[in-house]
């Protein structure tokens, strides 16, 4: 292991308040992933979730005697990709490793997993933390330690019996890949925008669902305190929390219970702790305490894991855009920091932007995608996946709005009834006589009426021309909202002459 | 390198177990027997020799990404000292 080097610069803007002096958190943070594959890592059975208990076991998941792991290539290959999207080192000769401990959800006694030779070593992410209140983002580094291979445990439920556990081990030798930064994070938003980044990158190549609510994506935090710039503190570390929302809460539990301690004079002891969600707290897992004597040895059974660099160029050559690069390329095309970012947080929705975009206008699309879509997403708690507009339709909506055949106000109802109905956004238009009147005869014959029932309101127009604004909004209500609103403007300039 | 009578213990109780102050006693006399026979590699100088991981040399072998095997619960909980409804039942452990 290399030695911890704080890499940051104490920043005000993350301490914590306390009686005597602000206090600063570290953080580091380790991140088990299931790697997305059809079968497990060390047997053929299959990773499918929600199946019926202990189905998805074969003798060796289940540790029969005699019983031999032999490794799932792909799992290798996503763990090589991933190491790739995290801009790190991969060690072309890995190993594998028991970790002894006994639990009723593992079967072996042991989980084998990598401690000596990981399959990737350091590497760094950049994480964008924000946006603040002018829409900018804060780019960070964080540094990555490691990434390892291991087995999931299985699964053991305790409220089927009043004295029996019940053990499933359907997700037992399910791959992991355990990726452990360095503590280089020092505030609740950079934790969060930390597992944000590392679940956008690991969606956008694939080689992990991301799926939190599943416990596809779990994380364990190590949290310590101590005087701003100052040496690392005593760090403790909440395990097993399966939702960013969750960690943050965990975080500032665990921080203020430190701090509190360290207030009345007291110190920190490490140790492992479990946050309670509905208590909103963090308490200790004594019991883990002995348990923490695991007794690493190379696995007999697994001979050295080696490839060459043809391998992982070949893996290289065939990574798809990650979320940094994409982001690069939608603001070259003129989007703003604060868009490319919200677009690119998740693959499928930039997959959308990029259709809706494709042949438009980028910022309008950008607009319509975010605005529009993910509001209207947000509100009814779908997702892109699920989205009742198509981006077919979204861009038939911004086409007819380019082509002046309706105004953007128009276009927000007829992006709703799509939302509700379906359909051709064109052909709703047509059906429903929602073009906007462009026959400058028409709009001028409504602009003349309001004119003429209003002496007063023109005299005053004529003082101050931000009254016009007033006359566009009788044109366009008196048109029932189809006047284009440019010629209406227009006219206006010319009759009440501002 | 040897072995005390509480590390024997812990031990132990690590590998669940359980050895009365007696037996604890003897298998630190065993242990240590054992430890002091191994010890004789030490001997040997290995300064900038790689460990041998196989007496072959031969790549790991490794299997394709496909199901081929489980959907077999009955097998694996077949030696189950208790079950219910292909759950293995354990006595209860909770955090």
Known sequence: MTAIVDTRTPNPKNFFPGQDHDWELVIGLEVHAQVTSEAKLFSGASTGFGAEQNSHVSLVDAAMPGMLPVINEECVKQAVRTGLGLNAMINNRSAFDRKNYFYPDLPQGYQISQLYHPIVGEGTITIQVGPDKDGKFESVDVGIERLHLEQDAGKSMHDQHPTMSYVDLNRSGVALMEIVSKPDIRSIDEAKAYVTKLRSIVRYLGTCDGNMDQGSMRADVNVSVRKPGSDFGTRCEIKNVNSIRFMGQAIDYEARRQIDIMEAGGSIEQETRLFDPVKGETRSMRSKEEAHDYRYFPDPDLLPLEFDDAFVEELKADLPELPDEKRARFMADGLSEYDASILVSDKAIADYFEQVASGRDAKMAANWTINDLLGALNKDGKSIEDSPVTAAQLGGIIDLIKADTISGKIAKDVFEIVWNEGGDPAKIVEDRGMAQVTDTGAIEAAVDEIIAANPDKVEQAREKPNMIGWFVGQVMKATRGKANPKAVNELLRVKIGG | ?95
């Open chain 2, 1 to 95: 390198m040897s072995v005390d009578q509480s590390t024997v213990k812990r031990v132990a109780k690590l590998a669940r177990i359980a050895i009365t102050d007696n037996r604890a006693e003897e298998l630190r006399d065993e242990l240590n027997t054992i430890l002091g026979f191994v010890e004789q590699l030490d001997e040997v100088d290995v300064d900038g020799v790689e460990p041998m991981t196989s007496v072959v040399d031969f790549d790991m072998k490794k299997r394709a990404d496909t199901v081929n095997d489980g959907e077999i619960a009955d097998d694996v909980t077949a030696n189950a000292p208790a079950k219910d409804e292909h759950f293995f039942m354990v006595p209860k452990v909770v955090e």
